[in-house]
Nanobody
Framework: QVQVVESGGGSVQAGGSLRLSCALS????????LGWFSQPPRKGRVWVAI???????KYQDQVKGRFTMSQDNGKNTLDLQMNSLKIEDTAMYYC????????????WGQGTQVTVSS
């Protein structure tokens, strides 16, 4: 069974940094695309930074220049380096995987909390 597990969340002051990690396991065939999503308190889940099967990446405007993904395809991992964190970055962060041929991210981890304080 394909699974996604996140790690690395925590609490940090504004301006600080955190690194989130995502590990995809159970893959036996095909290429899965990974991405990071956030869900602030009392709001819906939205994409933050995603990868595509061709290796390209896409970032939300509000994190460009502050967040950077790094992917190790051999290990099926995707890290998210978060710098210059802002209070509004506070959210539960989820790693999602898009199955081969799927138009949607259909496999989710349990999430990891990021809290940014002043």
């Amino acid at each position: 069974q394909v699974q996604v597990v996140e790690s690395g969340g925590g609490s940090v002051q504004a301006g600080g940094s955190l690194r989130l990690s995502c590990a995809l396991s159970g893959v036996t065939d095909g290429t899965y695309s990974l991405g990071w999503f956030s869900q602030p308190p009392r709001k819906g889940r939205v994409w933050v930074a995603i990868t595509y099967s061709d290796g390209s990446t896409k970032y939300q405007d509000q994190v460009k220049g502050r967040f950077t993904m790094s992917q190790d395809n051999g290990k099926n991992t995707l890290d998210l380096q978060m710098n210059s964190l802002k209070i509004e970055d506070t959210a539960m962060y989820y790693c999602g995987a898009r199955s081969p041929g799927s138009s949607f991210f259909d496999i989710w981890g349990q999430g990891t909390q990021v809290t940014v304080s002043s």
